[in-house]
C-alpha cells in the first residue's frame, strides 16, 4: 500500500531529486499514490498561505491555480487547514496534478488533518501522491509541521505564499525555499489586514510581486496566456481613492503632475501611491509614476 524510498534512490525519481540539494535531505519518505512523472518543461510549484485565510486569499489562490490549467504544473503543499487545502482543491479542479506533504503518517488513522481525508483519497484517486517520512501510524506532533516544510519547500522550482501573519509556520517554508536557492513569490494584501504582513515583509526583502495569472506564468517561466479574463488583475481590494490615482494614470505622469491632479491632500496622495505601489499596480521608475 505504501511505497518507501530511501535517500540513495532519490536521484532515480526525477520528482524527489531536488531534494539532494538540500542539506538536511530526509533519510526516506513514505508515499501513497504515484509519484509525478516530470520533464524538463515541469514546474513544481509549492503553495502555502495562513489557515486564518480571508475570502480575497482564497479567491486568489483558486483564480491562481486555475490559470495554470494546461501546463505541465505540479502542486505540492501540506494539506492542511486554510489555504493548503483550497490549493489541493483548486489543484484537482484545474486538471493538475497535486502531491501533500502532511505533518504526520499517511495511514487514515493519523492523517492530519482528519476533515481533509477526503481530500487526500481524492489526490490519490487522481494521479497524486502523498509524501512523509514518518511511518505510516506515525501521529501528528508540532515539531513535524516544520520539519515537513523543508521537503514542501526543496521539492519545489519555487513556493508561492498567500497570506500569512509576519510570525507563521508558512514563512518558514519561505525561509527554507530561500536558503535552497528557489525563487520566492507572494501576493500582496490589504496593509491592514494581518495576512498582509507576511507577504509584504517578503516583498521587502525581495519576493517577486504576484499579481496576476500572467505574473505567475512568467515567474514559472511558462507562456503568457492571452485569454483576456486570465489576464485580468487579481481581485486586490482597492479603495475609491486608489481608484482615483489609477484613472488619472492613464498615461506615464510625474509625482507633482500627478499630486497636482489628485485633488487629495499631499499625504492622502502620497499614502495611497504606496499602497499601490505595494498591491504591484503602479511603479515609479525614472521620474515619472506609472501602471504596472
Known amino acids: 500500500m505504501y511505497s518507501l524510498y530511501k535517500k540513495t534512490s532519490f536521484e532515480k525519481n526525477l520528482f524527489l531529486s531536488p531534494l539532494l540539494e538540500t542539506p538536511d535531505c530526509p533519510k526516506e519518505l513514505y508515499v501513497l499514490g504515484d509519484l509525478p512523472e516530470i520533464t524538463s518543461n515541469t514546474r513544481v510549484l509549492t503553495v502555502v498561505g495562513s489557515r486564518k485565510y480571508t475570502s480575497y486569499g482564497k479567491e486568489v489562490c483558486q483564480k491562481l491555480i486555475a490559470g495554470l490549467a494546461g501546463t505541465d504544473t505540479i502542486i505540492v503543499s501540506g494539506l492542511a487547514l486554510g489555504i493548503d487545502g483550497i490549493a489541493h482543491r483548486a489543484a484537482l479542479d484545474a486538471g493538475l496534478i497535486t502531491v501533500a506533504v502532511p505533518g504526520s503518517g499517511l495511514s487514515p488513522k493519523v492523517l492530519y488533518p ?3 481525508y477526503s481530500l487526500a483519497k481524492e ?3 487522481r494521479g497524486g501522491a502523498l509524501i512523509s517520512e514518518y511511518a505510516p501510524e506515525t501521529n501528528s506532533m508540532p515539531y513535524m509541521f516544520p520539519a515537513r516544510n523543508r521537503i514542501m ?20 517554508t519561505s525561509k527554507l525555499a530561500t536558503d535552497y536557492n528557489r525563487d520566492v513569490l507572494t501576493v500582496p494584501g490589504n496593509i491592514f489586514s494581518d495576512t498582509a504582513k507576511g507577504p509584504h515583509m517578503l516583498i521587502r526583502l525581495g519576493a517577486t510581486p ?3 495569472v500572467a505574473d505567475l506564468r512568467e515567474a514559472l517561466g511558462l507562456e503568457r496566456d492571452t485569454e483576456e479574463n486570465i489576464q485580468k488583475v487579481l481581485p486586490l481590494e482597492i479603495s475609491s481613492e486608489e481608484k482615483k490615482l489609477l484613472d488619472i494614470l492613464y498615461e506615464p505622469k510625474s509625482r507633482d503632475t500627478l499630486l497636482a491632479e489628485a485633488d487629495m491632500t499631499t499625504t492622502e496622495t502620497l499614502m495611497n501611491i504606496s499602497l499601490l505601489e505595494i498591491k504591484g499596480l503602479v511603479k515609479e521608475e525614472l521620474g515619472v509614476i506609472r501602471r504596472c
Do not use: D, Y
Not at 519547500?153 to 510570525?167: D, F, M, N, P, T
Open 114 to 116: 482528519k476533515s481533509h
Open 123 to 125: 489526490i490519490v484517486e
Open 153 to 172: 519547500a526543496g521539492l519545489s522550482s519555487a513556493v508561492l505564499v498567500i497570506e500569512a501573519e509576519e510570525k507563521s509556520g508558512t514563512l518558514i
Open 210 to 212: 504576484i499579481t496576476s
